[in-house]
Structures are given as C-alpha cells and as structure tokens.
C-alpha cells in the first residue's frame, strides 16, 4: 500500500495544481507569438518596441479562478480515487491470498507448493503492472485535461485581441521571467470573466 501512495502522490490536488500551471508557464512564449501573429495588425518588424501595444494575463489567477479548472482537478481526484479502490480491493485480496499459502505451505508437497508459488508471484508481478498503468492512466488524463484548458484560454485570448488592439500578450506568474507588470495593463479580469461566462453557458445548454 505504501508503494500504491508514493506513485500516486505526485498526482494530488498540490501536484496536479503544479504541473498545470508549470505547462502553461511553458507554453507562454508559444502562446503569445500565437496571439501576436493572429491579432495584430501592424508590422512588427518595423516598429520599435516603445511603440508596441502590451497587455498581459496573470496565468496563477487565470487557472486558480477558471471555473473549468477546478471542475478538471475534481474530476481528476474522482478518477484516482476509484482507481485507488480498484487496487486496494486487489490488494485485500493478494494479501488473505498469501496468508493462506503461508498456513497450509507446510503441509504441500513439494510441487504443488512450488505451483502455489509462482501463482503468487505471478499476481504481485500483475499488481506491481496495474500500478504503473494506474499511473500512465492518471498522467494522460491529467495531460489531455491541461491541453484543452490551455487551447481555451489561447483561443480566449486571440478573440479579446481580435480587432488587434495589442502586439502582445505576455504571461505574468511567480515563475514567469517577467518580474514586473503594471497592473493597468492586466487583462486577467476581463478574461476570466469570457472563459466563466462561456464554461456556465455551456452547462446551462447540457
């Protein structure tokens, strides 16, 4: 069991927290050239840089305040929860299994004990399996989760800068490279409040 809460841990509430906005850190620089490229208007390789038009997007508040997201952690917490049960219930079972080898091993002759055996190792070598698949299993929807977030704040974005008010949008989080933003260019408000509007919408329509 205490194998089954060390894999799993990395994939708690804090962890999943982490990663995600770790991702989107990383995609920043992607998604700015995206949204640049897509909205803007002027030609940038000739401009200088005091004439651009910047915004920027608090990521850490833009996730933290997602309603999506926050439905993604649960649904993510639900789903390592059952598998959790799954292997816990497999693991009751391996266990009273081994104790019943262990009462009546002495009285096994040789080869039907050495079958018994290689039956037990074979289920602990099945279970060590199902906690690696438990795991891969949690890592890709974790991954498939973070990527659909992520093309909803980007597509987000692109639509706020449509009529290409702005040359970029930058990210601005604890670990981003930009150390400091004036607060009169944060958007996150606005976009948050486009990506709740459209994720309560679509609920109303299920």
Known sequence: MKNLSLLLSVLSFVGVVALFALEFSEDED??????????????????????ARIIFVNTDSLWQQFELYGQYL???????????????KRMRRFEADVKKFQEKAPYMS???????????????????????????QLAESEM?????????ILAKIKEYNEDGRYDFVLGYSAISPVLYANDSLDVTSEL????????????VSK
Do not use: P
């Open 74 to 88: 649960d649904d993510l917490m639900k789903e390592r929860t059952a598998l959790e049960k799954q292997y816990e």
């Open 144 to 152: 498939a989760k973070n990527t659909e977030i992520r093309e909803k």
């Open 192 to 203: 948050l409040e486009m990506l709740n509007t459209d994720f309560s919408d679509s609920k």
């Open 30 to 51: 992607e998604g700015n050239a995206m949204v640049s490229a897509a909205g803007s208007s002027r030609n940038m390789s000739n401009a200088s840089l005091d004439d």
């Open 110 to 136: 040789q080869q039907l004990g050495a079958q018994e055996q290689n039956r037990i190792l074979g289920e602990e070598k099945s279970l060590l399996q199902m906690q690696e698949d438990m795991g891969q």
